[in-house]
């Protein structure tokens, strides 16, 4: 397959067209559209040949199963070490500020967002979530489809209400990424997470549309 040769290109031509174009290089905007046509193209013909492979031709024997769901949990193992180093990050700096900002946390300058706001209503989104996707998981094994279609367009419901809430929340924060490390953190942390959100979301959508 070529896809996955592909892919990497497209990630670096991603990665290194961000870091251009964040830093105003001529050149670092194309680099990132391109990436991300690349990625999205990717995404779209590396999906079309696996359906082909398991609905058409038959190869999804147990052998190759059991190496997709393996992929998967390490794929899984690899997402909990890279959100572990934003925590470690902030816990570093939270448990013992350094006097720069202040000696305190948060920082002297920062006014925090109420976590009894927008993000307890993200969390209860999320977690809601995660049981609508669980229970049209578990209608798909058990073959009612019609269960399984209303738990899907929940979960997608609420994915969509997320990410409108996280894109509000930041929209109306009293502080920005360049905020010191408050706000490197806390952007990083909750853009990466929000990101992945999406992800799933796209995720999601084709798995409806498949099931439709």
């Given at each position: ?46 999906w079309r040949d696996i359906i082909r492979e398991a609905l058409f031709e038959g190869q999804h024997t147990i052998a190759v199963q059991q190496g997709l769901r393996m992929g998967m949990i ?139």
């Amino acid at each position: 397959s070529p896809w996955p040769l592909v892919a990497a290109l497209g990630g670096l031509s991603l990665t290194f067209g961000g870091v251009l174009f964040m830093h105003n290089y001529e050149g670092g905007g194309e680099l990132l559209c391109l990436g991300v046509i690349t990625i999205l193209y990717v995404m779209f013909t590396w999906w079309r040949d696996i359906i082909r492979e398991a609905l058409f031709e038959g190869q999804h024997t147990i052998a190759v199963q059991q190496g997709l769901r393996m992929g998967m949990i390490l794929f899984i193992v690899s997402e909990v070490m890279f959100f572990f180093a934003f925590f470690w990050a902030f816990f570093t700096s939270s448990i013992s500020p350094v006097f720069n900002i202040g000696g305190v946390w948060p920082p002297t300058h920062i006014v925090a967002i109420s976590p009894w706001g927008l993000p307890f209503v993200n969390t209860i989104l999320l977690l809601s979530s995660g049981a609508s996707v669980t229970w049209a998981h578990h209608a798909i094994v058990a073959g009612f489809k019609k269960e399984a279609m209303i738990g899907l367009y929940v979960t997608l419901m609420f994915a969509v209400a997320f990410t409108a809430m996280q894109a509000f929340e930041y929209s109306s924060a009293p502080f920005s990424m360049s905020d010191g490390v408050y706000g490197s953190v806390f952007y990083m942390a909750t853009g990466f997470h929000g990101f992945h959100v999406i992800i799933g979301t796209i995720f999601l959508a084709i798995c409806t549309i498949r099931l439709y």
